[in-house]
T-cell receptor, first 114, second 115 residues
Framework: DVKVTQSSRYLVKRTGEKVFLECVQD?????MFWYRQDPGLGLRLIYF???????EKGDIPEGYSVSREKKERFSLILESASTNQTSMYLC?????????????FGPGTRLTVL | AQKITQTQPGMFVQEKEAVTLDCTYD???????LFWYKQPSSGEMIFLIY??????QNATEGRYSLNFQKARKSANLVISASQLGDSAMYFC????????????FGQGTRLTINP
């Protein structure tokens, strides 16, 4: 069974802290994605990666960075957390090149920044 | 730029009735694809159905079907014989030719099935 896991379901951090959100997939997918989900706004793409060490900005990359050192792992980094980054963060993965294939999602991390 | 619009923030339906969730899209791409996902209260996104822009027939997957009207740029999800377990958030999403690996999501519709 395909699996995307995220390191935490719930996380509480302080303003100014550096925050790491980890995502691991076991499907050998090339593509991985980070989204944030806010009420009334749906899911918005933060960053995505086509392959190891490759990354591309999504629609809302400001305040975030990413790291992909291994194929199965894609990390989202909040360099200095702010209260407006309180949100649900969803990671997804997808096989490369087959455009009708769906993205597989992790369970999400609900981040609260105080 | 691609855009997905879901105009129904919430819907309430009686169990066993059919329900239609609306989705309209905007794109300049000739080749694109449309997806529907379900998000239960547990938070995980579950893929339901896919429709390609060149597919001649409407997609169906069990109780789910996609009413694809290309000229009107709409891709409504139809759930037949609704069940209590269908209560969830539903998202419509699109991938385009440009950036074909990415998805653009709508705002979502919260569906509640009443017994």
């Amino acid at each position: 069974d395909v699996k995307v896991t995220q390191s935490s379901r719930y996380l509480v951090k302080r303003t100014g802290e550096k925050v790491f959100l980890e995502c691991v997939q076991d499907m050998d997918h090339e593509n991985m994605f980070w989204y944030r989900q806010d009420p009334g706004l749906g899911l918005r793409l933060i960053y995505f990666s086509y392959d190891v060490k490759m990354k591309e900005k999504g629609d809302i990359p400001e305040g975030y960075s990413v790291s992909r050192e291994k194929k199965e792992r894609f990390s989202l980094i909040l360099e200095s957390a702010s209260t407006n980054q309180t949100s649900m963060y969803l990671c997804a993965s997808k096989i490369f090149g087959v455009s009708y294939n769906e993205q597989f999602f992790g369970p999400g991390t609900r981040l609260t920044v105080l | 730029a691609q855009k997905i619009t879901q105009t129904q923030p919430g819907m309430f339906v009686q169990e066993k009735e059919a329900v239609t969730l609306d989705c309209t899209y905007d794109t300049s791409d000739q080749s694109y694809g449309l997806f529907w996902y379900k998000q239960p209260s547990s938070g995980e996104m579950i893929f339901l159905i896919y429709q390609g822009s060149y597919d001649e027939q409407n997609a169906t997957e069990g109780r789910y079907s996609l009413n694809f009207q290309k000229a009107r740029k709409s891709a409504n999800l139809v759930i037949s014989a609704s069940q209590l377990g269908d209560s969830a958030m539903y998202f419509c999403a699109m991938r385009g030719l440009q950036g074909a690996q990415k998805l653009v999501f709508g705002q979502g519709t919260r569906l509640t099935i009443n017994p």
